[in-house]
């Protein structure tokens, strides 16, 4: 009969290049970016760079020299890889050693569509790594009853965006488990909800959502966010060792654009400290996740533009949280600015600057500043207008230095 | 909703008489014993007891499970076969030449669509597109067998629907490229289209949270048909995929309907994936369809690449959700997700070209309906390339126009988050603004209607 399906190819001809200024193509982002591309005489904004950023290792050398790993891993070999094969090595570790460990979530069969399974159904057989129906609820509440009996589930939800059917589950039986159960001792520790979140350039409303400081007010649950592929796997493996039940949430835009060296045997990273990635006495800068990249990239800046030093630290763990090293830090440089992708009201910047204000306020030299996504959400033509990037950082840190 | 059909609103006084608006909601087949717990008791002689549970369950001394693997599947309902060959001349196709011809020509546009926004996503000229290849009977016939008054809750694989029911290429294409003219100015993901005057929520990008609505928004049209009878009565409409059924929405959604007599078509697209999902690690049971008798609602599964069978099996879907008072409706619809779940996804990741490729030479809802035509001698290969290259033209001309657009307004970054901007909202613009004030260099910003005027025009107010 008549009737051919339409090839593809000749219609891709037929539509005329766009016009100019949608060209230009983000340098660090290959996929389309247009929403949120910095103009081309920007000095701060679109200067964020993974190759060259001091927060990733390039080497084998600055990797090994990380005092927090143990010393047979200081020791061994290193393979550069980006963050979600830090997710993926993390995971096969756990499958290897612990045959407690089980993986699931929507579509992680086939690798997942970040890809952070990839090859874990085949090596370690559907009965432990498997995928799960369409149901969030469903699947955290599966997760939950497993690891009260003992197995140690690692659950994937497909996009933080879409843990909230599973909210229910997470904040009135995750966290409260243990507390009700009292001499019982029933518990879902071993439990580790991975999901990925933040902005990525066209993520819009339910593409680009950071919930942290959802589960932040719940005691009982850990919330940990890591900032590089070492990061990832040492807390991620940290976390599946964990007897609390943990959120662990992976800033997605890194999954491919954060690549370093990552030592190839296990290890396991601390839950319970912040970590200063730069030391400086002017400013503290508070962050965690992919913001580090934007205040790493505005304190260049401002330190060259403006003679100050400036400290940066990376929370790694949202709640419970390092308070000490925090207040340390504040007590010395007298000003903090805290940053963050999700919404200013009520978030953790709220929680960092209140705990300073208690714990260092004779010291305090400016009132301590939050850079935050505004009460909105992320529109997909607003990303850039609504997300901290580097010329809200380096106006914040030249604010406090002048206040 | 749509000011074409009247505004249907219940004065306050009327609105606190309970009685007048739960009476349709009273089905006459419902016992009177239903409601009396208390005749739970039974004679020795009876075979049958009344446990307030379990509706008229006869006695039995055989100790046997139900099997569901032992029911036939339930049948699949089709008009006309692979080759557009009618099965059963008498019943029809309830279609006029026209329509059919029109109907054609609104899948071919949608094909066609489909595949100029795909390459261009592919070309990186939009962020992200999906296409419903396999699925374009579904949607745009049975959008063709509702009434415009009806409200329609999508998921997003649902364009033809939209299509159907007059959106228009413009509109399409402002939503595509967020541009000015685009209602949901600017801030949703490609192909989450809304229309007021077609009813149409906006789609959410999360799953099955739009099938309870459709329940809910079913019971208040079910109110307000009952309080203007002199107008057509409405209905919703609300589609999903066969694994968005998985959610407990979708469970919650069909009980409530169930329970309160909504008139509402729950229409579930069973395309086989879920993403890379396939329905045996969605469910073990028949289906979607198998799930009706469980909230006892009358269903119907449907072969979706029969156009006709899907605008006679909605035709009368409709008719039902409007008898007994209201009634849910559940309809599945079979096709097979010829695409790629989105521009996002590889498809060969998880399954075999040859598989796709067999499914398309097989079977295709275009094809089908396009022999039909042929053989009633409506259509040919000359009006074929005629159309094609008609509708090319058209949307490639919308294309090219909406992507020069201005894009909208920066202040609608901020509003619509209340009714009205909050005085913390203000405070943020005004920093905002200081930002990209003492910054230009570092924005975009001459490409947003109004530049930064529409942002200080917002702390004014
Ligand atoms: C609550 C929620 N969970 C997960 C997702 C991610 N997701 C988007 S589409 C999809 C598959 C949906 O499949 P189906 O309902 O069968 O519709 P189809 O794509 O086949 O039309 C998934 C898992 C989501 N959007 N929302
Ligand atoms: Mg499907």
């Known amino acids: ?403 | 909703m749509s000011l074409r059909h009247g505004i249907r609103r219940i004065p306050v006084g009327r609105a606190l008489q309970a009685s007048t608006y739960t009476q349709p909601s009273i089905t006459p087949s419902i016992p009177r014993s239903w409601q009396r717990w208390s005749s739970a008791a039974v004679s020795p002689a009876s075979e049958r007891i009344l446990f307030p549970g379990a509706l008229n369950s006869k006695l039995t001394n055989d100790l046997e499970f139900t099997s569901p693997s032992t029911a036939e599947a339930i049948p699949t309902f089709r008009v006309m076969d692979q080759d557009g060959v009618v099965i059963n001349n008498e019943r029809g196709v309830g279609t006029t030449d026209e329509e059919a011809v029109t109907l054609y020509t609104q899948m071919v546009l949608l094909s066609i669509m489909d595949t100029i926004m795909f390459e261009a996503q592919r070309q990186g000229r939009l962020s992200f597109y999906m296409a419903s290849a396999g699925e374009e009977a579904i949607t745009i016939g049975a959008s063709s067998a509702l009434d415009i008054g009806d409200v329609v809750f999508c998921q997003y694989r649902e364009t033809g629907v939209y299509l159907q029911r007059g959106f228009t290429l413009e509109q399409f294409m402002s939503q595509m490229f967020s541009n000015h003219k685009d209602v949901g100015h600017g801030r949703n993901m490609p192909v989450h289209y809304g229309s007021r005057e077609l009813n149409i929520h906006t789609v959410s990008s999360t799953l099955a949270t739009q099938i309870p609505h459709a329940a809910g928004a079913a019971y208040a049209l079910k109110m307000q048909n009952a309080q203007r009878p002199d107008l057509p009565p409405r209905i919703a409409c609300t589609f999903f995929g066969e694994g968005a059924a998985s959610e407990g929405d979708f469970h919650g959604a069909l009980n409530i309907a169930a329970t309160r007599g909504s008139p509402v078509i729950f229409l579930c697209r069973n395309n086989g994936f879920a993403i890379s999902t396939p329905t045996r690690d969605q469910y073990r049971g028949d289906g979607i369809a198998s799930r009706g008798a469980g909230y006892g609602i009358e269903t119907i599964r449907v072969d979706g690449n029969d156009i006709f069978a899907v605008r006679e099996s909605i035709k009368e879907a409709r008719k039902k959700t409007l008898e007994d008072g209201g009634k849910p409706i559940l309809v599945e619809m079979m096709a097979y997700r010829v695409g790629h779940h989105s521009t996002s996804d590889d498809s060969f990741a998880y399954r075999q070209r040859v598989e796709v490729e067999d499914w398309k030479r097989r079977d295709n809802p275009l094809t089908r309906l396009r022999k039909w035509l042929e053989g009633r001698e409506l259509w040919n290969e000359q009006k074929e390339g005629e159309l094609r290259r008609k509708l090319r033209k058209d949307v490639l001309g919308a294309f090219a126009q909406a992507e020069n657009e201005m894009k909208p307004a920066l202040k609608y970054a901020f509003t619509d988050v209340w009714e009205n901007v909050t005085e913390e909202q203000k405070s943020q613009v005004t920093e905002l603004l200081g930002v990209l004030e003492t910054y230009p260099e570092e924005y975009d910003i001459e490409h947003h209607e109004g530049g930064l005027d529409s942002l200080r025009e917002l702390v004014k107010k």
Not at chain 1, 20 to 48: D, E, I, K
Not at chain 1, 145 to 162: L, N, T, V
Not at chain 1, 260 to 282: M, Q
């Open chain 1, 1 to 403: 009969m008549a009737a051919k399906p339409q090839s593809l190819r000749p219609l891709a001809s037929l539509l005329r290049p766009r016009s100019a200024y949608r060209c230009q193509q983000h340098q660090q982002q290959p996929q389309f970016r247009s929403y949120s591309a910095a103009p081309p005489g920007a000095r701060l904004n679109g200067t964020v760079n993974y190759d060259t950023t001091s927060i990733l290792n390039h080497t084998s050398k600055t990797a090994l020299s990380n005092p927090e790993l143990p010393e047979n891993v200081r020791t061994g070999p290193t393979k550069s890889i980006n963050l979600y094969t830090a997710v993926n090595e993390a995971m096969r570790h756990a499958l290897q050693t612990d045959e407690r460990v089980l993986v699931f979530g929507e579509d992680i069969q086939f690798g997942g569509v970040f890809r952070c399974t990839m090859n874990l159904n085949e090596d370690f057989g559907t009965e432990r790594v498997f995928n799960t129906p369409l149901s969030e609820q469903g699947l955290i509440g599966f997760a939950i009853g497993a690891a009260s009996e003992g197995m140690r589930p690692i659950a994937e939800i497909q996009f933080a965006d879409y843990v909230y059917p599973a909210f229910d589950q997470l904040i009135n039986e995750c966290a409260k488990m243990r507390y009700r159960a009292g001499k019982t001792d029933m518990h879902c520790g071993g439990l580790v909800v991975r999901m990925p979140a933040g902005v990525v350039g066209h993520g819009a409303l339910y593409h680009s959502q950071s919930p942290e400081v959802l589960f932040t007010h719940v005691p009982g649950l850990r919330v940990i966010i890591p900032r590089s592929p070492i990061q990832a796997k040492g807390l991620l493996l940290a976390a599946i060792a964990c007897n609390d039940p943990c959120i662990f949430l992976e800033p997605k835009i890194l999954y491919r654009a954060a690549k370093e060296h990552v030592p190839v045997g296990g290890y396991t990273l601390p839950l319970d400290k912040a970590e200063i990635l730069k030391t400086g006495s002017d400013v503290t800068v508070v962050s965690y996740g992919t913001p580090l990249y934007t205040c790493e990239a505005a304190i260049q800046k401002a330190e060259k533009d403006l003679g100050c030093s400036v400290e940066l630290i990376d929370l790694r763990t949202i709640y419970p949280w390092d308070r000490e090293t925090i207040l340390n830090s504040v007590r010395k440089t007298g000003r903090a600015i805290v940053v963050h992708e999700s919404m200013q009201n009520a978030g953790v910047g709220a929680e960092v600057a209140a705990t300073i204000q208690e714990g260092a306020f004779t010291r305090l030299e400016a009132p301590v500043k939050r850079v935050a996504g505004w009460a909105t959400f992320t529109g997909l033509a607003y990303e850039q207008f609504v997300i901290p990037d580097v010329a809200r950082v380096y106006d914040a840190i030249k604010k406090i230095i002048e206040y």
